[in-house]
């Protein structure tokens, strides 16, 4: 079955530096979006994406955030300057159809990164 | 306040028993999604419901959406150690071009 995958796996960095985590979306899939799963918290969407534009964002994707597709096959979302109460699990997901109630669309996510803010 | 309410937040039990997982609101969603997590894997989708009071069964799991689109269920029948992990309800809202997720219910089956 195709998969998302997303690398690294895990990313240690210290507070304020810039990180990048990547996800490359099944091929076929037109919608992308992240979430993250804050430790012993649920999981919170960040940003949906469809057609080379953010088409919504969370309270928590302030302007830190940013995400890009910059070639056919990823999609990455960056931190410009992280702070401690950024680590957590970010998950990339992605669907073939909007994940809207009419679509009844499945969600396909990574394994996640696991990103530390020392 | 969370949008979706998953009840009990912890639950183990002994391998053959019963046991339901409940997800509340008070807003109407369009439907419900189920899924299950590993310890540092992605959720996994089980299930869609769509309709209220739509059951669907999954070999020993049953999932119910209320008649009104505002709750769900997931009983699990005779349960294994296989069942062990974090069973996450998320709901998306006509329009609303996300999910939003409950805190799940980490379920634990003792051999």
């Known amino acids: 079955e195709p998969e998302v995958t997303q690398t690294p796996s895990h990313q240690v960095t210290q507070m304020g530096q810039e990180v990048i985590l990547r996800c490359v979306p099944i091929?076929?899939?037109?919608?992308f979006y992240w979430y993250r799963q804050i430790l012993g918290q649920k999981v919170e969407f960040l940003v949906s994406f469809y057609n080379n534009e953010i088409s919504e964002k969370s309270e928590i994707f302030d302007d830190q955030f940013s995400v890009e597709r910059p070639d056919g096959s990823n999609f990455t979302l960056k931190i410009r300057s992280t702070k401690l109460e950024d680590s957590a699990m970010y998950f990339c997901?992605?669907?073939?159809?909007?994940?809207?109630?009419?679509?009844?669309?499945?969600?396909?996510f990574g394994s996640g990164t696991q990103l530390s803010v020392l | 306040t969370q949008l979706l309410e998953q009840s009990p937040q912890f639950l183990s039990i002994q391998e053959g028993e019963n046991l339901t997982v409940y997800c509340n609101s008070s807003?109407?969603?369009?439907?419900l999604q189920w899924y299950r997590q590993e310890p540092g894997e992605g959720p996994v989708l089980l299930v869609t419901?769509?309709?209220?009071?739509e059951v669907k069964k999954l070999k020993r799991l049953t999932f119910q959406f209320g008649d009104a689109r505002k709750d769900s269920s997931l009983h699990i029948t005779a349960a294994q150690p296989g069942d062990t992990g974090l069973y996450l309800c998320?709901?998306?809202?006509?329009?609303?071009?996300?999910?939003?997720f409950g805190a799940g219910t980490t379920v634990t089956v003792r051999a």
């Open positions: 998320a709901g998306e809202r006509p329009n609303d071009y996300k999910l939003s």
């Open positions: 091929s076929n899939h037109l919608y």
């Open positions: 419901v769509v309709t209220g009071g």
């Open positions: 807003s109407v969603f369009s439907s």
């Open positions: 997901a992605s669907s073939q159809r909007p994940a809207a109630g009419e679509y009844n669309e499945k969600l396909f």
